[in-house]
């Protein structure tokens, strides 16, 4: 099994907490975060990541692009190698969620990622508890070439429009936004995106109308639907990201109709945590794997090599 992975030369993850990990997938925290995105490739961390890397070492943390890679899905660490080299380091690409600051509960996420989950796990603790965020950004390095923004829900706050404001050369730099899909862009962000080489959204979107709002509570369609035609006005990029799991499976044949109207790229994944979520529960096995085959619009064959 080959474990060699670019996005330790070229790539971070940070989150909520000043938390640091190599990727979204990567299992557990690397490091703190102290503000300095130029240093944080340099950290000894990384140098142990980059070495295990080279020397062919399966690594704790990457277990998602193993399995995906087994069941025949081009995993993260596959499409890294295809875009990066492991010879130069270099910050290239960044995610970076400010904090965890969102309204919604949805199913399969936690606190980690959502106040609103903090909030109702913990309904008696103070509201400072809820909310984890990360130091301010001190330097970006003039080699960034693409900025992620997850969440939470990161357009419900004014952080990435101030960290846009001090990038330099925005000309030479996409902007990818994970969203909820429930907050539409003011005009002032709008013009400031504008600014930029390439701008994408990534709406989570996991059911038709009243299923997704039944698997993502607090979102409203509308809103959703709203913030679609808003984007579809635009120059902006728009694609649909859905996750499958054992409450909302069965809605996908009325999702992918959805996804032809609005006449969108469309991707879908499944849920491995919690455990409990993982469609590999479903007791209709058959009638899921036939649901599977019978979607068009995008290739399930590596989920149904997962739940076969």
């Excluded at 492991?86 to 690409?93: A, D, K, L, P, V």
């Excluded at 984890?132 to 829900?153: A, H, N, R």
């Excluded at 499944?270 to 409990?276: A, C, M, S, W």
Aim: proline share 2%; charged share 30%.
């Amino acid at each position: 099994m080959e474990s060699k992975c670019a996005a330790f030369w070229h790539h971070t993850n940070i989150r909520s907490g000043d938390r640091i990990f190599p990727c979204c997938r990567f299992k557990s925290s690397i490091a703190k975060f102290d503000g300095n995105i130029s240093q944080v490739l340099f950290l000894k961390e990384y140098d142990e990541l980059r070495k295990q890397s080279v020397d062919n070492i399966p690594i704790k943390g990457c277990e998602k692009c193993y399995y995906e890679e087994s069941i025949g899905k081009k995993s993260l660490r596959q499409e890294f190698n295809e875009t990066y080299d492991c010879e130069t380091i270099s910050m290239e690409y960044l995610e970076i969620g400010f904090d965890n600051i969102c309204n919604l509960t949805c199913d399969g996420c936690y606190e980690e990622f959502s106040s609103s989950w903090s909030k109702l796990k913990y309904p008696d603790a103070e509201k400072t508890i809820h909310i984890k965020s990360t130091t301010e950004i001190i330097e970006v390095p003039s080699s960034l070439k693409k900025i992620l923004f997850l969440g939470g829900e990161p357009l419900m706050t004014n952080r990435h429009q101030k960290f846009l404001n001090v990038v330099k050369d925005k000309f030479d730099i996409e902007i990818v936004y994970n969203t909820n899909g429930t907050f539409l862009l003011d005009k002032d962000t709008t013009i400031l995106l504008e600014q930029f080489k390439k701008v994408s959204f990534i709406v989570s979107i996991d059911g038709f109308k009243d299923l997704n709002e039944q698997v993502r509570r607090g979102s409203k369609w509308d809103q959703i639907d709203e913030f679609i035609k808003q984007i579809k006005t635009t120059k902006f990029d728009l694609s649909v990201n859905t996750v499958l799991h054992i409450n909302n499976w069965f809605g996908l044949k009325e999702l992918e109709k959805y996804i032809k109207e609005i006449n969108v790229p469309w991707s879908v994944n499944f849920v491995t945590y919690p455990k409990h979520l993982d469609i590999i529960n479903v007791k209709e096995k058959q009638i899921l794997i036939d649901l599977l085959k019978s979607i068009k619009t995008v290739n399930l064959e590596y989920i149904i090599k997962h739940v076969s």
